[in-house]
C-alpha cells in the first residue's frame, strides 16, 4: 500500500550558488536512501529560499520484506569428530541462533553452512526519521553554520519542519526542531504559520501566499516576463542562464521589472556596467540592438500591488556603484598605462615579481616572433621592425591594468581594461587588441585570440607559467592544478591548431628553457604530452597511435590525429583493418632503422611483385595532407590480402626471410611517419 508524501524543511535565507550546486547531489542522496532502504518510489525534489521539499505522489507505507542468505565454513571444517569446531560456533553467531537451527548448500561444488534469515519490512514512518537525518547530513554546502547551543552544522538555521505521510504527520526531531502540520508564506504576506491540514493542498496554499514552490515554474514565469518586457519596450535582455538559475533560487515570488540609469554612465566600457550589474546586484543587462542600454532588469522578490517603490529603490542602489566606476575610469585615463608598481608584487616563489615575470614573457615572445614571423608580417602587412617593437609594446603593457582603480575594485576586468586604456591613448590596435586577448582561451571551447601577433602574446604569457612553476617544482599533482597549467597547455593546442603554427615540443624547450633555473625538462615534455592526449577530440588509440611516431610538433599530431580519426571512424574500416594488423604484428619486434633494402631478384611469386609495384607507386608521390597519403597507404589491402594468401613471410631461408620482412617493414614504416597502427583498436 502506498501514501502520498511530504517533507519540508524551512531554513532561513539559503545562499543561491551553493544550493545550485548541489542540487544534482541532493537529489541523488534522496534516491540512494529509498533504494537502501527498500522504498522505491518516485520524487520531485523542489526548493524556495527559506524551504527545501520533498513530495512523492505515492511511496510504500513499510519496506518490502527481504531474504538475507549467509554462507558459512567448509561442512568439512564445521565439525571434527562430530563436534562443532570455533568456526562453526562463530558462525551461528554471527547468525544470531543457535548450531541447529543453520543448515548446508553448496557453494562452487563444497558443501558449506548456511542460514536465511526472513526480514520483515519496517513501517515507513518509523524509517523517515533516520533517513531524512541522513539526507540533511549528506547535504555538502561547504561552509557551514551552527546556530544556538547545538553542536551540529547545517548551511542555515532551521526554523519549521513537515513530515507527512498521508494524513499521518510523522513526529520526529531535526537539528532542534520538531515536526509539525504548518508551513510559512511569503514574509511580506504573513509572517505567522500557517496550517496545511492536507497535504494535497500545500502547494496552493503557498501559492496563495506568495510563494511558487516549483523553481521550473519560476523560471518559466520570469522568461515570460522578460519576453513582455521586450516585447513592450523593444529592447533585449541579455539571458546570462547561470545568473537566471541564480535569480530563481533567491525569489518566491519573482516579478522581472525594467529600471533605468543615467544616460552619462554609459561612458563606462560596457563590461563595466555589466560587472556592476551581474556581480553585485543580480540584474539583467539591457541592449538596444546590439549597443548596452542605460536600461537593467531586476527580478524582484516582492509581493505587492505596486512595483514603482521597488524599482526606484534598485536604481538608487545601482547609481553609486556606476559613479563609482565612471571616476575610477577617468582617473585611469588621466593617469594612462603604467607598469610602475609591479616590481613590488611578488609573482611566485622563486620566480620574483610580475615585472620580473614581464621580461620573461618579452623575451618568449620575441623568440616566438621570430619563428612566425612571415606569418605575421603577411598578417599585419607591418615590417619585421615595427612587429619587433609593438610585441615589445604590447607584452610591457599587458598587465598594466593591475596596477589601475578600477581592477583593484573589478578584478575580473583584468586585460579587458588595458584594452580600453590603451586603445583610448591611441596605442596600435595590434598593441589594444592583444591585450584584451592575452588570456585566451580562458576555457574549454572559449574564444581564441584573434591573431597570430595575439597568440604570441597569449602563448607567451602561459608558457612562462608554464616553464617557470615546473622550474620551481610546482608541477600539477593529481586532480590538483592552483595554477591552471593543464588549462594553459590546453590553450596553447587549440592556439597553434587553429593558426596552423608549427610548435614542436623539443625544440620550444631548447629555445625556452634557459631563461629558468635548471630543471628536468623531460618533466614538463611529458607533462606537455599527456596534455595534447586529453585535448583533441578523437579515438583514444589513434592519439595514441600518432603519439608513438614520435611525431612531437602539436600541430602536425592534431593534423595526423584528424586524417587517421576520420578513416578509423569510417563504417568500412573494421573490416579491411585485420590485413594493416598484420602488417604491424609481424613488424613490431624489427628494428626499423636498419637497412629495409627489397631485392626483387628474390622475389618468387607475383603477389611479391605486385605488392612492391603498388608500395613503390605510392611512396614515391606527394600527397596534398595526410589523409590523402593515409587513403593511399590503405589501399595496398588488395595486394597484402593476395600476399598473406600467396607467400609465407617466415621461410627458413634467410635471404627471402629477411627480403620478405623488409617489404613489410618497410610498408609498416610508412604507416608509423604518421601512426603507429599497431596502437589502434576498434
Known amino acids: 500500500m502506498r501514501q502520498p508524501l511530504?517533507?519540508?524543511?524551512?531554513?532561513?535565507?539559503?545562499?543561491?550558488?551553493?544550493?545550485?550546486?548541489?542540487?544534482?547531489?541532493?537529489?541523488?542522496?534522496?534516491?540512494?536512501?529509498?533504494?537502501?532502504?527498500?522504498?522505491?518510489?518516485?520524487?520531485?525534489?523542489?526548493?524556495?529560499?527559506?524551504?527545501?521539499?520533498?513530495?512523492?505522489?505515492?511511496?510504500?507505507?513499510?519496506?518490502?520484506?527481504?531474504?538475507?542468505?549467509?554462507?558459512?565454513?567448509?561442512?568439512?571444517?564445521?565439525?571434527?569428530?562430530?563436534?562443532?569446531?570455533?568456526?562453526?560456533?562463530?558462525?551461528?553467531?554471527k547468525c544470531g541462533v543457535d548450531l541447529d537451527q543453520l543448515s548446508r548448500a553448496d557453494k562452487g561444488g563444497r558443501e558449506v553452512l548456511y542460514f536465511k534469515k526472513e526480514q520483515i519490512g519496517e513501517s515507513t514512518s518509523k524509517l523517515l526519521p533516520e533517513m531524512i537525518s541522513r539526507w540533511i547530513g549528506s547535504m555538502a554546502f561547504g561552509k557551514m553554520m551552527r546556530w544556538g547551543?547545538?553542536?551540529?552544522?547545517?548551511?542555515?538555521?532551521?526554523?519549521?519542519?513537515?513530515?507527512?505521510?498521508?494524513?499521518?504527520?510523522?513526529?520526529?526531531?531535526?537539528?532542534?526542531?520538531?515536526?509539525?502540520?504548518?508551513?510559512?508564506?511569503?514574509?511580506?504576506?504573513?509572517?505567522?504559520?500557517?496550517?496545511?491540514?492536507?497535504?494535497?493542498?500545500?502547494?496552493?496554499?503557498?501559492?496563495?501566499?506568495?510563494?511558487?514552490?516549483?523553481?521550473?515554474?519560476?523560471?518559466?514565469?520570469?522568461?515570460?516576463?522578460?519576453?513582455?518586457?521586450?516585447?513592450?519596450?523593444?529592447?533585449?535582455?541579455?539571458?546570462d542562464d547561470s545568473l537566471l538559475a541564480e535569480v530563481v533560487a533567491i525569489t518566491e515570488n519573482p516579478k522581472a521589472l525594467l529600471g533605468s540609469f543615467d544616460e552619462a554612465f554609459l561612458e563606462l566600457p560596457p563590461e563595466v556596467i555589466i560587472t556592476s550589474m551581474k556581480e553585485h546586484q543580480r540584474y539583467f543587462p539591457v541592449f538596444d540592438n546590439e549597443t548596452i542600454a542605460n536600461k537593467f532588469v531586476v527580478v524582484s522578490n516582492a509581493y505587492t500591488e505596486d512595483y514603482s517603490k521597488v524599482i526606484a529603490g534598485n536604481e538608487r542602489v545601482l547609481k553609486p556603484r556606476l559613479s563609482d566606476g565612471l571616476f575610477f575610469y577617468r582617473n585611469d585615463l588621466r593617469n594612462g598605462l603604467s607598469t610602475d608598481g609591479l616590481e613590488k608584487v611578488q609573482f611566485i616563489d622563486g620566480l620574483g615579481t610580475l615585472a620580473d615575470k614581464i621580461e620573461r614573457e618579452k623575451n618568449i615572445a620575441m623568440r616566438l616572433l621570430g619563428l612566425y614571423m612571415q606569418r605575421v608580417e603577411a598578417e599585419s602587412a607591418k615590417s619585421n621592425a615595427e612587429l619587433e617593437k609593438l610585441m615589445n609594446k604590447a607584452i610591457g603593457l599587458a598587465k598594466a591594468d593591475?596596477?589601475?582603480?578600477?581592477?583593484?575594485?573589478?578584478?575580473?576586468?583584468?586585460?579587458?581594461?588595458?584594452?580600453?586604456?590603451?586603445?583610448?591613448?591611441?596605442?596600435?590596435?595590434l598593441v589594444y587588441n592583444a591585450i584584451k586577448e592575452q588570456y585566451m582561451p580562458v576555457g574549454e571551447g572559449a574564444d581564441l585570440p584573434s591573431s597570430i601577433f595575439s597568440s604570441i602574446v597569449s602563448m607567451s604569457i602561459k608558457l612562462d607559467t608554464l616553464f617557470g612553476l615546473f622550474s620551481v617544482g610546482k608541477i600539477p599533482t593529481g586532480s590538483k592544478d592552483p595554477f591552471a597549467l593543464r588549462r594553459a597547455v590546453n590553450g596553447i593546442v587549440r592556439i597553434v591548431t587553429k593558426y596552423d603554427l608549427p610548435f614542436n615540443v623539443d625544440d620550444i624547450i631548447e629555445l625556452l628553457v634557459d631563461s629558468y633555473e635548471s630543471f628536468d625538462t623531460n618533466t614538463l615534455k611529458a607533462f606537455i604530452i599527456e596534455r595534447i592526449n586529453k585535448s583533441l577530440d578523437a579515438n583514444p588509440s589513434v592519439i595514441a597511435a600518432v603519439l608513438a611516431s614520435g611525431e612531437l610538433d602539436i600541430n602536425e599530431i592534431s593534423k595526423k590525429v584528424a586524417a587517421l580519426n576520420d578513416i578509423v571512424g569510417s563504417d568500412s574500416f573494421k573490416e579491411q583493418f585485420s590485413t594493416f594488423k598484420r602488417v604491424a604484428n609481424i613488424s613490431k619486434d624489427m628494428d626499423l632503422d636498419r637497412d629495409l633494402t627489397v631485392s626483387v631478384e628474390l622475389f618468387e611469386d607475383d603477389a611479391e611483385k605486385d605488392l612492391y609495384e603498388a608500395y613503390e607507386n605510392i611512396i614515391k608521390k606527394d600527397y596534398p595532407d595526410y589523409t590523402s597519403r593515409l587513403n593511399a597507404l590503405f589501399s595496398l589491402k588488395p595486394e597484402l590480402d593476395r600476399y598473406f594468401d600467396g607467400v609465407m613471410v617466415n621461410v627458413e631461408d634467410e635471404k627471402l626471410r629477411i627480403n620478405r620482412q623488409n617489404m613489410i617493414g618497410l610498408i609498416y614504416k610508412s604507416f608509423k611517419d604518421i601512426a603507429d597502427i599497431k596502437e589502434i583498436s576498434i
Not at 541532493?26 to 527498500?38: N, V
Not at 520524487?43 to 549467509?70: G, H
Not at 593591475?402 to 586604456?421: I, K, W
Open 6 to 93: 511530504l517533507i519540508e524543511i524551512g531554513v532561513e535565507e539559503l545562499p543561491a550558488i551553493p544550493l545550485l550546486k548541489i542540487v544534482d547531489s541532493i537529489k541523488k542522496s534522496w534516491q540512494a536512501l529509498l533504494d537502501e532502504y527498500r522504498l522505491e518510489s518516485d520524487f520531485e525534489f523542489l526548493y524556495t529560499p527559506r524551504r527545501l521539499v520533498i513530495r512523492s505522489e505515492a511511496i510504500p507505507l513499510k519496506q518490502s520484506d527481504s531474504a538475507i542468505e549467509l554462507m558459512g565454513p567448509p561442512a568439512q571444517a564445521a565439525f571434527k569428530d562430530g563436534k562443532p569446531t570455533p568456526a562453526a560456533l562463530g558462525f551461528a553467531k
Open 149 to 239: 547551543s547545538r553542536a551540529e552544522e547545517f548551511i542555515r538555521p532551521i526554523r519549521w519542519l513537515q513530515v507527512r505521510l498521508g494524513e499521518e504527520s510523522v513526529d520526529m526531531q531535526l537539528l532542534g526542531v520538531h515536526s509539525d502540520t504548518k508551513t510559512y508564506l511569503h514574509r511580506m504576506v504573513s509572517k505567522e504559520p500557517v496550517e496545511v491540514a492536507d497535504i494535497g493542498d500545500f502547494e496552493q496554499i503557498l501559492a496563495d501566499g506568495g510563494v511558487m514552490l516549483d523553481p521550473a515554474k519560476r523560471k518559466t514565469l520570469i522568461q515570460e516576463q522578460f519576453d513582455q518586457i521586450e516585447s513592450e519596450s523593444g529592447f533585449k535582455i541579455e539571458r
Open 402 to 429: 593591475l596596477m589601475s582603480e578600477m581592477v583593484y575594485e573589478f578584478t575580473e576586468l583584468q586585460g579587458l581594461m588595458g584594452y580600453y586604456y590603451a586603445k583610448a591613448l591611441g596605442e596600435d590596435a
